[in-house]
Each structure stands twice: as structure tokens, then as C-alpha cells.
């Protein structure tokens, strides 16, 4: 997985660039929910405590690609631009060590940088134009490793160590100067998960979740 070439998006040359959902599959088509949900062969990136529902002597496996098309509208007399961008997104595994405890890898981008912008600036005095041109690229990726813990039957905690880690670049250049910015970034971050169930009604099965986190 790669933060870098894998986003066309004017909004990423801010901050640390265009911020990834963080959800895929079974999840991201439910909009994120998940700190109360598990499931026996389905990996929640939501809440580490989650892990502690994968079936016994199985091994989960799990990857995602993207894809997405862009179109940038400049106003009528200016015309419009079209980007497809597509990549390798995400990596995922789980599997139970021993009848109470999981353990979960994943690798997937976190933030990405991709642009490449135009401006003319008119010379004073001469009907030149200089032309400036800023370009990004980059991003940074998270690798997440974490255990899920059986306490009781219907009580389950876990946590979750996030490093992250990338490069960023970013471009001015135009006919008479150039600015060059790059950086390295890494962080580690810590989460704690606990879901608890409990039978409602007959048939019925009720399951909370809370996700707690940390920064180092």
C-alpha cells in the first residue's frame, strides 16, 4: 500500500491531504458504524475488541482496491478536466491465538496527496504571463495491530496500537524559481475497544461498544 499517486484532488495540498474513510467492505457500506458490531469471519477496524468474535482454527483474510472518477468544472469558458485514480488499498488479517485471545494486522492509507495546479500571473508592464505550477504528492499510510480479549462470555475488550507513517512533498516552480518542501512523518497512536452483549428479546441479541484512544 502506498500513499503516493493514489488521489487527483485540489483539496489534498492542505494539512496532510485528502483523509481516507477508514472504513471498507461489510462496514464502509454501513457508513462507519461499527463499535458495537462483530461478527465470526469479518474484520472491524472500528473497535479492537471485536476481534475476540473470529471463529476458532480460522484464518480471516481480507484486501480492498479503489476506484474513482473526477470531474473539475472550471466554469463555461474555462472547460473541465477529467481524473480516474485506482490503487492496492488495503491489506487485513486476523486469527484466534488461543480460545479467548485474537490477533488483527492491517495495512491501509491514511491521508493522500495528489495535485497538480496552473496559474498564469501576468507580467507588469509586458503582456507575458509567468506561469507558476504547485504539484503534491505523497501521504501517509497506518499499519494497525491489534488483540482482542475474551473476559467473560458476553464481555470483550481489546486494543489497538496505529503507527503512521509516510512522505510528503510539495512543488512551487515557475520560469524563474522553484520551492521544494519535503517531509517525513510518523506517529504512534493507542486505542482501547469493549463490547458487551446481552440477549434483549428471544432471537434477539444486543451488543454495545465504546472506543477509547490515546496518543503517544
Given at each position: 500500500v502506498s500513499g503516493q499517486n493514489m488521489t487527483s484532488n485540489a483539496i489534498s495540498m492542505f494539512g496532510l491531504g485528502?483523509?481516507?474513510?477508514?472504513?471498507?467492505?461489510?462496514?464502509?457500506g454501513m457508513g462507519g458504524l461499527g463499535f458495537g458490531m462483530n461478527e465470526i469471519n469479518t474484520i472491524?477496524?472500528?473497535?479492537?475488541?471485536?476481534?475476540?468474535s473470529i471463529m476458532k482454527k480460522s484464518f480471516v483474510l481480507e484486501s480492498s482496491i479503489m476506484?474513482?472518477?473526477?470531474?473539475?468544472?472550471?466554469?463555461?469558458?474555462?472547460?473541465?478536466?477529467?481524473?480516474?485514480?485506482?490503487?492496492?488499498?488495503?491489506?487485513?488479517?486476523?486469527?484466534?491465538?488461543?480460545?479467548?485471545?485474537?490477533?488483527?494486522?492491517?495495512l491501509t492509507p491514511f491521508t493522500k496527496i495528489g495535485y497538480t495546479i496552473?496559474?498564469?500571473?501576468p507580467v507588469e508592464g509586458t503582456f507575458d504571463v509567468d506561469e507558476?505550477?504547485?504539484?503534491?504528492?505523497?501521504?501517509?499510510?497506518?499499519?494497525?495491530?491489534?488483540?482482542?480479549?475474551?473476559?467473560?462470555?458476553?464481555?470483550?475488550?481489546?486494543?489497538?496500537?496505529?503507527?503512521?507513517?509516510?512522505?510528503?512533498?510539495?512543488?512551487?516552480?515557475?520560469?524563474?524559481?522553484a520551492i521544494t518542501n519535503n517531509a517525513q512523518t510518523s506517529r504512534v497512536n493507542f486505542d482501547l475497544g469493549l463490547q458487551y452483549s446481552f440477549d434483549y428479546k428471544e432471537n434477539t441479541k444486543v451488543t454495545l461498544g465504546?472506543?477509547?484512544?490515546m496518543k503517544a
Amino acid at each position: 500500500v502506498s500513499g503516493q499517486n493514489m488521489t487527483s484532488n485540489a483539496i489534498s495540498m492542505f494539512g496532510l491531504g485528502e483523509i481516507e474513510r477508514g472504513t471498507y467492505g461489510y462496514f464502509g457500506g454501513m457508513g462507519g458504524l461499527g463499535f458495537g458490531m462483530n461478527e465470526i469471519n469479518t474484520i472491524n477496524n472500528n473497535n479492537p475488541a471485536s476481534l475476540s468474535s473470529i471463529m476458532k482454527k480460522s484464518f480471516v483474510l481480507e484486501s480492498s482496491i479503489m476506484g474513482k472518477y473526477s470531474r473539475y468544472t472550471a466554469g463555461q469558458s474555462l472547460g473541465s478536466e477529467s481524473t480516474v485514480n485506482g490503487n492496492f488499498e488495503r491489506i487485513a488479517m486476523a486469527f484466534r491465538v488461543s480460545d479467548r485471545i485474537a490477533l488483527g494486522f492491517s495495512l491501509t492509507p491514511f491521508t493522500k496527496i495528489g495535485y497538480t495546479i496552473k496559474k498564469d500571473n501576468p507580467v507588469e508592464g509586458t503582456f507575458d504571463v509567468d506561469e507558476t505550477v504547485f504539484t503534491g504528492s505523497g501521504g501517509l499510510n497506518r499499519i494497525n495491530i491489534s488483540a482482542g480479549f475474551n473476559i467473560l462470555p458476553s464481555l470483550s475488550v481489546g486494543v489497538n496500537t496505529a503507527i503512521y507513517f509516510g512522505n510528503l512533498s510539495q512543488k512551487e516552480k515557475s520560469s524563474s524559481w522553484a520551492i521544494t518542501n519535503n517531509a517525513q512523518t510518523s506517529r504512534v497512536n493507542f486505542d482501547l475497544g469493549l463490547q458487551y452483549s446481552f440477549d434483549y428479546k428471544e432471537n434477539t441479541k444486543v451488543t454495545l461498544g465504546l472506543v477509547g484512544g490515546m496518543k503517544a
